[in-house]
């Protein structure tokens, strides 16, 4: 009794001085896993050594049967140590003078994995104790399942793989759960000589390793003849030992937020992303220097992300592929414009049709001008978003408010960056601000979820976070007035033989060409793309028409489809369809036809039909309805001091906006404009019109350059009959402003027929034409 009281003080003394070195949690490296648990990229350990977290059940049987009965038939009775199996190795190693056959059993080759004392020398009999030893310690500490899954895990397989799971997907590509007769073999001789018996190196070495296993496997029956027959025509092949980098920046990420967990599941879809990456390294190999592009893939049901392309090429440090733009904060563009627009239908302030004008404007001394310079005059609310013109976006932020502009994007999930010491203002509708891609996707999912959008979730655990962005109705309609964006190179509302899903599409640019965004969503997916240079460097020429919406189609068209995918969806029942007309906006007046210029259909919200917008300033005259007597023989127009010979008729006309007049037809103007005032009237006011005319070019005039000169034609030019700033427009576009009657000097290099117009703030304008000959 004293003895053995004895024995097991000294026992547990020795375990207390010589602690089992069990795994340092820390230093376990990790992986992270597409959501069908493929590997992405995987995060060594302190010793570089690659190994994926498993555990016993996600092994396939057919592994574990082979390993157990090849090489510990009796590790679940065994105390560590196998007495048989040490005996018969001592009286083969007597006998032979050599080791003939291995005595270790797998807890004792547990023992000599986890003490670096024993990873080399194991064959001397201080080391064979000392395992032994271990082994012993490792039974009292560890249940059997902990013990076989340290070795499952941590086992070597050549170079700087561990665990089987690590080298199931190294060498054969495919997770330890699915491995064949033939694979479960070479994975379970593999680790007694990882060096000699890699398959990458020496196959056929491998090979004749692999057969001993089912030859054992067969003469124990624990496999059939057929199954092993089958397995033996099997050839060993396996890829090069590369370690998994897919989705890098997305799983740094996501190691960086969750440090302590070993096995990280994203969201991702793996051949979606393997196949994604390929073809955005494809796609901008051509780009100049430095560029660098990010596109997400959002699933609009759950806000998982299905891809994450961070940047062209992780490793390429020319790009700046260490460099997330998934989640830099860039200048958005344009692409703030449609939330602009939802909320402006939720106030009652538009419809879709309400009447916009895209013409040179001042707002407190911002003067907005478009991306191509040139101007559209009046324009649906649904033209100016296709279009994106910048002057009506202003308009509507400057009648809304940027700070409240800024808190509903901030609702809804955009986060804004500004200069510091900056506030809201007119020119974030422009790009005026900073932005997040994974922000902007996740609030672009809204026009295909009622308006609601929410947080890209990149782990199934993460919160699922929705905010909504605009109402479903407003949703609705913009969505509708994007989809009907026709695809570049393809014209609206023709039949798509295809199928191609419908898609609410939106690009944008930012100012000096430093960022080129293309955002879409369809019924199921929601996907942002952005092309620019990480260090905000200009990259001329390269536009989100031009360079990022082509890749966002290539993308939405090889995403997964279902049928109805291309099938228009109906109308909420706060949206409905009416008739306006321009200029009022309002519907028709059966009793008074002439105020109904031009008809459109528009889509409305909650039943508001808000009228066209007030002009800002003080105008020539204020868009809307004109009233006014006329003689009723005459037609002239009648003040309120005419002699008493005249019959007077009620009259009323409808006026357009003042600054739309330049883009009018002369039979529209016509319309528009008042009755001459009868000569016995008193004056009333209201034909107190400036008259604005262009001198120093007559109309219709023919320009030449003079003879053996190659400089341009060189004019100068006035606008006189205006005190108000002068904008010069040439075939639309603008190109300069002068002060009242100054002088305005301009080369005119382009041969051909041209128009010119001087447009006063006030309203006045003039127009000519003339022609540059070559």
């Known amino acids: 009794m004293f003895t053995a009281l004895t024995l097991v003080t000294a026992a547990m003394l020795l375990d207390l001085a010589f602690p089992l070195p069990l795994p340092d949690r820390d230093d376990e490296g990790a992986i992270v896993v597409a959501a069908d648990g493929t590997p992405l990229r995987a995060f060594a350990d302190r010793r570089g050594i690659w190994r994926y977290p498993t555990t016993i059940d996600q092994v396939s049987p057919l592994y574990l049967q082979a390993l157990l009965n090849y090489e510990d038939r009796w590790f679940w009775r065994h105390p560590g140590v196998n007495p048989v199996a040490m005996l018969r190795a001592g009286g083969q190693w007597l006998r032979s003078g050599r080791v003939v056959s291995g005595g270790s059993t797998l807890t004792m080759q547990v023992a000599r994995i986890l003490d670096p004392a024993l990873r080399t020398g194991t064959r001397t009999p201080p080391a064979k104790l000392r395992q032994l030893l271990r082994a012993l310690q490792l039974e009292v500490h560890l249940s059997k399942r902990g013990i076989l899954a340290l070795y499952l895990q941590r086992a070597p397989f050549g170079g700087t793989v561990e665990g089987v799971e690590a080298a199931s997907w190294a060498y054969l590509g495919k997770p330890a759960s699915r491995l064949s007769h033939a694979e479960a073999a070479l994975l379970t001789v593999l680790p007694q000589a990882p060096g000699r018996l890699r398959p990458d190196r020496d196959p056929g070495r491998a090979r004749i390793a692999r057969d001993k296993v089912l030859t054992r496997m067969q003469a124990l029956q624990v496999w059939s003849p057929d199954a092993v027959a089958d397995a033996r025509i099997e050839p060993v092949v396996a890829r090069s030992l590369h370690p998994p980098l897919h989705a890098p920046l997305l799983a740094q990420r996501l190691r960086f937020e969750f440090p302590r967990s070993p096995r990280l599941v994203s969201t991702l879809d793996a051949e979606l992303q393997r196949t994604l990456e390929e073809r955005v390294a494809s796609y901008f190999s051509d780009l100049p220097p430095r560029t660098s592009a990010a596109l997400l893939v959002v699933d609009n049901a759950t806000l998982e992300a299905r891809a994450y392309v961070g940047s062209v090429a992780f490793t390429d440090t020319e790009r700046l592929g260490h460099v997330d733009m998934v989640k830099a904060w860039r200048s958005p563009g344009s692409t703030l414009k449609p939330f602009l627009y939802g909320l402006a239908l939720d106030d009652g302030l538009i419809h879709s049709e309400s009447l916009l004008v895209d013409a040179p404007q001042s707002f407190g001394g911002y003067r907005p001008g478009n991306f191509d310079a040139a101007f559209n005059g009046p324009v649906s609310a649904a033209q100016a978003l296709r279009l994106s013109l910048n002057v ?383």
């Not at 955009?414 to 932005?435: E, H, K, S, V, Y």
């Not at 306006?580 to 519907?587: A, D, I, R, T, Y």
Request: charged share 25%.
């Open 392 to 774: 009506p976006a202003v308009d509507l932020l400057d009648r809304v408010g940027p700070s409240r502009f800024a808190a509903r994007l901030a609702h809804a999930g955009i986060r804004l960056q500004w200069p510091r010491g900056g506030a809201p203002n007119l020119a974030m509708i422009l790009g005026g601000t900073g932005a997040r891609l994974e922000d902007l996707v996740g609030a672009y999912a809204a026009l295909n979820r009622g308006g609601v959008a929410g947080r890209v979730r990149y782990t199934a655990g993460a919160a699922r976070i929705d905010r909504r962005a605009m109402s479903p109705g407003a949703a609705w309609i913009v969505r509708e007035i994007l989809e009907a964006n026709p695809r570049p190179g393809s014209v609206a509302d023709t039949f798509e033989p295809g199928g191609r899903p419908r898609v609410a599409w939106k690009t944008g640019t930012s100012y000096g060409f430093r960022d080129a965004w293309a955002l879409g969503s369809t019924r199921r997916h929601t996907v942002g793309v952005w092309v620019g240079r990480p260090d905000g460097t200009p990259l001329p020429g390269q536009y989100g028409a031009v360079t990022a919406l082509p890749l966002l189609f290539e993308v939405i068209d090889s995403l997964p489809r279902q049928r109805g995918d291309s099938s228009p969806r109906p109308v909420p029942a706060d949206v409905a369809s009416v008739e306006v007309c321009w200029p009022l906006g309002l519907p028709p007046d059966p009793q008074a036809p002439q105020l109904c210029q031009r008809r459109l259909q528009a889509w409305t919200l909650d039943g508001s039909q808000p009228p066209t917008m007030s002009e800002r300033d003080a105008r020539l005259w204020n868009a809307g309805i004109e009233r006014f007597d006329v003689d009723a023989r005459s037609g002239l127009r009648l003040s309120g001091e005419c002699s008493a010979a005249h019959v007077r008729v009620p009259r009323q006309l409808a006026r357009w906006p003042v600054l739309a007049s330049p883009w009018l037809p002369a039979e529209t103007r016509r319309a528009a404009r008042l009755p001459p005032l009868a000569a016995d009237c008193a004056a009333d006011g209201r034909d107190a019109v400036e008259e604005l005319r262009i001198d120093g070019l007559a109309d219709r005039a023919t320009l030449a350059r003079a003879p053996g000169s190659e400089h341009p034609v060189r004019l100068s030019l006035r606008a006189l009959g205006s005190d108000a700033r002068i904008r010069w427009l040439l075939d639309g576009r603008l190109i300069g402003e002068s002060a009242g009657a100054a002088s305005f000097v301009h080369d005119f290099g382009e041969t051909g027929p041209h128009t010119l117009t001087a447009l006063a703030d006030s309203g006045a304008w003039s127009r000519l034409q003339f022609s540059v000959l070559r």
